[in-house]
């Protein structure tokens, strides 16, 4: 069964920092990450995902993540957070020979100080 | 910007009465997803369609959830009878057709239950 693990439950940075938000994963076969944001009583929007190719994936809002095989992670990551970036970020997983299934994992809430 | 569609935005009702949720993918999507999110978890797939087909349903709780797409366009998904613990929000997403696996999800800004 695929699983996503994200560790922390809540990230906490100032305003002009690098954040850095944390992902791991377990599948069977070549995975394909993605993530998500998620602000208040809104629906998910998408931000990025890695299928092949480039370990650093550059998506929407300055928002970059770095797939790394060994270590089965996904972090997400920006040079200089802002207080706009305060929402739910959800790390989800899809591997290349179980179907479509899409599994999330549990969030992490990013705030934003400024 | 095309967008998934999802009515009502906010639902309050009392424990053993029904409910039902709507949502109208983006255009041309064949793959619809519903998905539950309790509060503070991650989304969970409930049911899957691929055009008016049923390709996974294998998280839906059958005795009480019931979710069609007889047209292959817009869904439908409805409780009976509502149970306290079903208090979530009901998110519907879609997928481009030619995507296939490496694509990503298209979600509606989600239906809140509350039930009483």
């Known amino acids: 069964a695929q699983s996503v693990a994200q560790p922390e439950d809540q990230v906490n940075v100032a305003e002009g920092n690098p954040l850095t938000v944390k992902c791991t994963y377990s599948v069977s076969g070549n995975p394909y990450l993605f993530w998500y944001v998620q602000y208040p009583n809104r629906g998910l929007q998408f931000l990025l995902k890695y299928i092949t190719g480039d370990n650093l994936v550059k998506g929407s809002y300055g928002f970059e993540a770095e797939f790394n095989k060994s270590q089965t992670s996904f972090h997400l990551k920006k040079p200089s957070a802002l207080v706009s970036d305060s929402a739910l970020y959800f790390c989800a997983v899809r591997s290349n020979n179980a179907g479509n299934m899409l599994t999330f994992g549990g969030g992490t809430r990013l705030m934003v100080k400024p | 910007e095309a967008e998934v569609a999802q009515s009502p935005r906010y639902k309050i009702t009392e424990k053993s009465q029904a409910v039902a949720f709507w949502c109208d993918p983006i255009s041309g999507h064949a793959t619809l997803y519903w998905y539950r999110q309790i509060l503070g978890q991650g989304p969970e797939l409930l049911v899957q369609?691929?055009?008016?087909?049923?390709?996974?349903d294998s998280q839906l709780p059958k005795d009480r959830f019931s979710a069609e797409r007889l047209k292959g366009v817009d869904s439908t998904l409805k409780i009976q009878p509502a149970e306290l613990g079903d208090s979530a929000m009901y998110l519907c997403?879609?997928?481009?057709?030619?995507?296939?696996?490496?694509?990503?999800?298209?979600f509606g800004e989600g239906s809140r239950l509350t039930v009483l």
């Open positions: 369609f691929q055009d008016e087909s049923v390709v996974d």
């Open positions: 997403a879609s997928r481009a057709p030619a995507s296939g696996n490496t694509g990503e999800l298209f």
